[in-house]
């Protein structure tokens, strides 16, 4: 894909369609102003900078609606453009015919994320804090929030230009020496190097560790309830949602779908699967497919609960559940054992775990903020900005890689200055495509078509 050209004057609504109180129609570009002059008056001559103006707005003779207009002059504006901004009422009749009217005006309709990519384009946002714009758009939670709204401000940004700094200051070193070809590094000086490459090395894999944290921050944290059938999963859902989501009954093997309820604890998006028991005697054919969409649940959550009712003495699929939880976790995936029906006489030695009644609550508090420990953890560190994209992960655990190869080389009897320079040049590369100095068209495309038209 092509990048849109930024020359021509664009348009969309940028609120949600359908009927509200008021709506507003944005218009940027070089010729924003004249564009809005062809259809709204009186005669705007000079408008003045984000100067709230009533107009009327006509089609030929005929009015449509009076608007509050601002009018934003290049560059003190969201995307560094001429822009122009109009609040009508928001009937469908009268946004549909505006931003008709725009078009037969000269404007164009914009493209999904359009208005960002421009304000990228044109310097006002690094791509982290334009890419951070979408998910403050989405943010469902209150640290989802948090965390896009730090990345907006350019938290993130400039943690990466720290690190970027740190590579160009060792990249301006080796330089140095390849210049003067004939001098050796210093025992000395090389151990500096190697003592500040591992520095910068642990730095960004430790930025990048948040990303685990950070994911669930911003798509909600998913939290599988696994364990042997009759374990007390249903209820467990049912006692942490306070609602009867799911079907629970005294009878083995009730559940057979997999099913999903989002709830907030802590100001953290919680998403939780209940599945069908892993039954080491499954003989129906919904039993079984109820297994194998438990199994996929398991192999995707950032969080496995694995219950284990203390009334009755382990069983095969106690045993079952257990080991398959363990092969199923996906990398990075955290195991929490939950110990059910506590209000009942123990029949099982149970090691370890949170221990749960769902007839008198015991242990649900425990459990609700053992959910959320990591995420509270990722912005307890600090990390005001954990890392919330994938691109950003591997953008950092590629200028990680790059650091351990050079680290490798420095480590050698004669280090091969040529390639150290490639390494660091490699790791300002990868850190660069994080803030978009070095990003592909691509990825630019990849990243504005998930916006929505009018941000
Ligand atoms: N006494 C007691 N019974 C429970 C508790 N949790 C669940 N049960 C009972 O255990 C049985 C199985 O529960 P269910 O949630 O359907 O288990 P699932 O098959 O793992 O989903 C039902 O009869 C529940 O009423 C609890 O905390 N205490
Ligand atoms: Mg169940």
Redesign the pocket.
């Known amino acids: 894909m092509h990048l849109p050209d930024t020359e021509r004057t664009i348009v969309a609504l940028a609120t949600p369609p359908g009927a509200a109180a008021l709506a507003i129609i944005r218009l940027s570009g070089p010729a924003a102003f004249s564009t809005a002059a062809k259809f709204m008056g009186p005669p705007l001559t000079t408008p003045a900078h984000r100067l709230a103006r009533l107009l009327d707005i006509r089609d030929g003779s005929r009015l449509i609606d009076r608007a509050v207009t601002v009018f934003f002059k290049a560059p003190a504006s969201y995307t560094g453009q001429d822009t122009v901004e109009i609040t009508c009422h928001g009937s469908p009749y009268i946004t549909r015919t505006i931003l008709n009217l725009a078009i037969r005006s000269g404007a164009s309709l914009a493209a999904p994320g359009e208005f960002t990519l421009r304000a990228f384009i044109n310097g006002k946002l690094d791509l982290a804090q334009a890419e951070a714009v979408g998910s403050l758009v989405a943010a469902g939670s209150e640290a989802a929030h948090r965390a896009a709204l730090a990345q907006v401000q350019g938290e993130m940004s400039r943690k990466i230009r720290a690190l970027k700094q740190a590579a160009l200051h060792l990249l301006a070193g080796v330089e140095a020496r390849l210049d003067d070809s004939h001098e050796e590094i210093t025992p000395v000086k090389l151990s500096a190097f190697l003592r500040e490459s591992g520095k910068l090395k642990k730095e960004t894999l430790d930025l990048a560790a948040g990303f685990e944290a950070g994911r669930g921050i911003r798509e909600g944290i998913r939290v599988v309830i696994t364990?042997?059938?009759?374990?007390?999963?249903?209820?467990?859902?049912?006692?942490l949602l306070g609602y009867d989501r799911?079907?629970?009954?005294?009878s083995?093997?009730?559940?057979r779908d997999t099913l999903e309820a989002k709830l907030e604890i802590g100001g953290f998006t919680v998403i939780f699967t209940?599945t069908a028991?892993l039954n080491a005697a499954a003989r129906h054919p919904l039993e079984t497919e109820g297994i194998r969409r438990a199994i996929t649940a398991i192999s995707q959550a950032d969080i496995i609960l694995l219950?284990k009712?203390c009334?009755t003495p382990r069983t095969a699929s106690d045993t079952l559940a257990q080991r398959r939880a363990g092969e199923l976790a996906a990398p990075g995936a955290a195991l929490i054992k939950v110990i059910?029906?506590?209000?009942?006489p123990a029949k099982t030695r149970a090691a370890g775990g949170i221990k749960?009644?769902?007839?008198?609550g015991t242990g649900l508090d425990a459990l609700r903020r053992a959910l959320v420990a990591r995420q509270k953890k990722a912005f307890r560190d600090g990390a005001q900005a954990p890392v919330i994209f994938a691109r950003h992960f591997e953008a950092l655990r590629a200028a990680a890689g790059e650091l351990g190869k050079l680290q490798a080389l420095m480590k050698q009897r004669t280090p091969p200055l040529e390639l150290a320079a490639e390494h660091l040049r490699g790791t300002l590369n990868a850190l660069g495509t994080i803030l978009g100095e070095t990003a592909p068209e691509e990825i630019l495309s990849d990243i504005f078509k998930n916006f929505c038209v009018g941000k």
Do not use: F, M
């Open positions: 364990g042997a059938p009759n374990s007390g999963k249903s209820s467990l859902l049912n006692s799911a079907i629970v009954s005294t083995a093997g009730t559940t209940d028991g219950l009712d009334s059910t029906k506590t209000d009942l749960t009644s769902c007839r008198n």
